[in-house]
T-cell receptor
Framework: AQSVTQPDIHITVSEGASLELRCNYS??????LFWYVQSPGQGLQLLLK??????LVQGIKGFEAEFKRSQSSFNLRKPSVHWSDAAEYFC???????????FGQGTRLTINP | DSGVTQTPKHLITATGQRVTLRCSPR?????VYWYQQSLDQGLQFLIQ???????AKGNILERFSAQQFPDLHSELNLSSLELGDSALYFC??????????FGPGTRLTVL
C-alpha cells in the first residue's frame, strides 16, 4: 500500500526566508504526486502536481517541487515566504488508476514577522 | 474557489443521530470523492463514486454510506453517530483520471 511521510509536523520560518517542506512516499512505481495547502478554517487548495515529465514542477503562489525518484521524495520549496503562506501543507500520492489520494500527516507552517 | 460546493458548512448534533452531508461537484466532473479529516487519523479517503456508481472504497465505517445522484451531486450519510465521528468531511471532484479539486468541507461536531 502507498504511504506518505512528512517528517516535519511544524516548521517556523521568518518572513522573506526560503522554505523547504519534505515529503517521502512509499510505492512500487512512480505515483502521481501532489501538494495541497489548507489555510485555517478553509478547504484544500491544490498548489502543484506531478504526473510525468520534467521533475521540477511549478505551482501557484510561487511554490515549486522537485520529484526525485532515487530518494522517493517530492519536496516543496519557495524562495521567499510571505506571512500569508502560514497554513498547513499536505503532500499526497495517487497510485496510477487507484482513484484515491493518500495524504501525509501535514506540516504546519508558521511565519515569524 | 474550486467550484465544488458542500452544505452545510457546520453541523452540530448528538450521539446516536443521523446526518446527511451534501456535495455538488464542479460542472462536468463525473467523479466524486469523500474524505474525512480528524485530529487522530489525519486525512483519510472514504469512498468514490463515478457517474452514479461506487468505484472505490477506503476506510469507511458500515454506519456511513454514500450515493451519487443522476445530476451528479453526492450525499454522505452518517448514522448512529459517535463522539469520534466529529471531523471535517471533504468532498472532491475530478474528470476521469485527473486532479481532484476539494470543496470547503463540512465540520461535524457530535456532542
Amino acid at each position: 500500500a502507498q504511504s506518505v511521510t512528512q517528517p516535519d509536523i511544524h516548521i517556523t520560518v521568518s518572513e522573506g526566508a526560503s522554505l523547504e517542506l519534505r515529503c517521502n512516499y512509499s510505492y512500487g512505481a512512480t505515483p502521481y504526486l501532489f501538494w495541497y495547502v489548507q489555510s485555517p478554517g478553509q478547504g484544500l487548495q491544490l498548489l502543484l502536481k506531478y504526473f510525468s515529465g520534467d521533475t521540477l514542477v511549478q505551482g501557484i503562489k510561487g511554490f515549486e517541487a522537485e520529484f526525485k525518484r532515487s530518494q522517493s521524495s517530492f519536496n516543496l520549496r519557495k524562495p521567499s515566504v510571505h506571512w500569508s503562506d502560514a497554513a498547513e501543507y499536505f503532500c499526497a500520492v495517487e497510485a496510477q488508476g487507484a482513484q484515491k489520494l493518500v495524504f501525509g500527516q501535514g506540516t504546519r507552517l508558521t511565519i515569524n514577522p | 474557489d474550486s467550484g465544488v460546493t458542500q452544505t452545510p458548512k457546520h453541523l452540530i448534533t448528538a450521539t446516536g443521530q443521523r446526518v446527511t452531508l451534501r456535495c455538488s461537484p464542479r460542472s462536468g466532473d463525473l467523479s466524486v470523492y469523500w474524505y474525512q479529516q480528524s485530529l487522530d487519523q489525519g486525512l483519510q479517503f472514504l469512498i468514490q463514486y463515478y457517474n452514479g456508481e461506487e468505484r472505490a472504497k477506503g476506510n469507511i465505517l458500515e454506519r456511513f454510506s454514500a450515493q451519487q445522484f443522476p445530476d451528479l451531486h453526492s450525499e454522505l450519510n452518517l448514522s448512529s453517530l459517535e463522539l469520534g465521528d466529529s471531523a471535517l468531511y471533504f468532498c472532491a471532484s475530478s474528470p476521469p483520471g485527473q486532479t481532484q479539486y476539494f470543496g470547503p468541507g463540512t465540520r461535524l461536531t457530535v456532542l
